[in-house]
T-cell receptor
Framework: TQLLEQSPQFLSIQEGENLTVYCNSS?????LQWYRQEPGEGPVLLVT?????EVKKLKRLTFQFGDARKDSSLHITAAQPGDTGLYLC???????????FGKGTLLTVNP | GAGVSQSPSNKVTEKGKDVELRCDPI?????LYWYRQSLGQGLEFLIY????????KSGLPSDRFSAERTGGSVSTLTIQRTQQEDSAVYLC???????????FGDGTRLSIL
């Protein structure tokens, strides 16, 4: 069974601070996705990373896929209250359709 | 609509009753997925449809759970003889093809009394 561990589970910071959340596994994934979910809504895809060592940037968000394709990180620069939400990582173990999700990091950015 | 639509958005029912949850995928999307999100748990994969066929039902927790898809479009997830542990948010997603990004609906919040 493939598992994804996300840390920290909860994170509360002030507007303008930087933060990093982590997604780790002992399994290799062919691709890894990051989603953000707001209360009462479904997850929204932020990015997909597929190559070991890959770095993708989306405005103030930087995503990295580990060289061994077992882990990933999400770094947010100068966090804003609008970044508040549940950040989920999800890995594809090779089926190309079946995603394994982590339990998420609940981020609160205070004004 | 442009997105994945799920109904009802909320469902409260008594233990032992049957419930049906509906998912309308994005038009033209051939693949459809059901997930369950419980408090303190991540999203758990339930079932995957390609067209009207379900090649992977491995995530269905018990034989009380079933799902079907008709016309390559709408899907229904049925839970028979509901139990309190079935309380969760049930999320549906669709994708253009089986290996494309999944787009999620806002889910059905199911509460079993």
């Amino acid at each position: 069974t493939q598992l994804l561990e996300q840390s920290p589970q909860f994170l509360s910071i002030q507007e303008g601070e930087n933060l990093t959340v982590y997604c780790n596994s002992s399994s290799v994934f062919s691709s890894l996705q990051w989603y953000r979910q707001e209360p009462g809504e479904g997850p929204v895809l932020l990015v997909t990373v597929v190559t070991g060592g890959e770095v993708k940037k989306l405005k103030r968000l930087t995503f990295q896929f580990g060289d061994a394709r077992k882990d990933s990180s999400l770094h947010i620069t100068a966090a804003q209250p609008g970044d508040t939400g549940l950040y989920l990582c999800a890995g594809d173990g090779g089926s190309n359709y079946k995603l394994t999700f982590g339990k998420g990091t609940l981020l609160t950015v205070n004004p | 609509g442009a997105g994945v639509s799920q109904s009802p958005s909320n469902k409260v029912t008594e233990k032992g009753k049957d419930v049906e949850l509906r998912c309308d995928p994005i038009s033209g999307h051939t693949a459809l997925y059901w997930y369950r999100q419980s408090l303190g748990q991540g999203l758990e994969f339930l079932i995957y449809f390609q067209g009207n066929s379900a090649p992977d039902k491995s995530g269905l927790p018990s034989d009380r759970f079933s799902a079907e898809r008709t016309g390559g479009s709408v899907s229904t997830l049925t839970i028979q003889r509901t139990q309190q542990e079935d309380s969760a948010v049930y999320l549906c997603a669709s994708s253009l093809l089986w290996n494309q990004p999944q787009h999620f609906g806002d889910g059905t919040r199911l509460s079993i009394l």
